[in-house]
């Protein structure tokens, strides 16, 4: 079954500079999916990434997905504070037609001013 | 507006003793599911529902149950033979259970934090 891996775990940075986080994941999926969860709260789908060389833009937020490396980016420019919160990555098992997914552990980001 | 209800936000619960959490939705979205979330931690699948009356275990089904009488709702019952039940519960529902020409995202409800005393 699928195994999601998200890196790093907790992020660190400061307002106006850029990063990536990164998602691995262990088996063959045609597609994957983004989520941000601010504390205490539910989630909140970001991105759908539906085959290889996706790549899906909304404000400062950028995400991509190679299914020949099994790897999905986040890419954050420029960040704000209204960026921190806690970011997943998730996919479908495989192996079949369901959409229940599997999350990764979550990447903490917090943007200090 | 359409969404997910789920009742209540905050529920305390003594050792030995049967809960009920609540899932509503309004989205006319055939699939639904419970995830468990521990501080920390990512999601994981307790149990889903593709149609009414059918339901299926996740990874962490021991010691919960569900039951889908109606579209609607997707209730989740945390037995007393689950041994940590202490975490926010998240129900979610999505347009198809299986599909591979759409997006088909999930849209989750706002969560139930259980504690146990």
């Known amino acids: 079954e699928l195994k999601v891996e998200q890196n790093p775990l907790f992020l660190s940075m400061q307002e106006g500079k850029n990063y990536t986080i990164y998602c691995n994941y262990s088996?063959?999926?045609?597609?994957l999916y983004w989520y941000r969860q601010d504390p205490g709260k539910s989630l909140e789908s970001l991105f759908v990434l539906l085959s290889n060389g996706a790549v899906k833009q909304e404000g400062r937020l950028m995400a991509s997905l190679d299914t020949k490396a099994r790897l999905s980016t986040l890419h954050i420019t420029a960040a704000v504070h209204d960026l921190s919160a806690t970011y997943f990555c998730a996919g479908p098992p495989g192996g079949g037609a369901t959409n229940k997914l599997i999350f990764g552990t979550g990447t903490l980001l917090a943007v200090q001013p | 507006d359409g969404g997910i209800t789920q009742s209540p936000k905050y529920l305390f619960r003594k050792e030995g003793q049967n809960v009920t959490l609540s899932c509503e939705q309004n989205l006319n979205h055939d699939a639904m599911y419970w995830y468990r979330q521990d501080p920390g931690q990512g999601l994981r699948l307790i149990y889903y529902?593709?149609?009414?009356?059918?339901?299926q275990k996740g990874d962490i089904a021991e010691g919960y149950s569900v039951s889908r009488e109606k579209k609607e709702s997707f209730p989740l019952t945390v037995t007393s033979a689950q041994k940590n039940p202490t975490a926010f519960y998240l129900c979610a529902s999505s347009i198809e259970g299986s599909d591979y020409s759409g997006a088909n995202v999930l849209t989750f409800g706002a969560g139930s934090r259980l504690t146990v005393l």
């Open positions: 529902s593709q149609i009414v009356n059918d339901f």
């Open positions: 088996t063959t999926s045609d597609r």
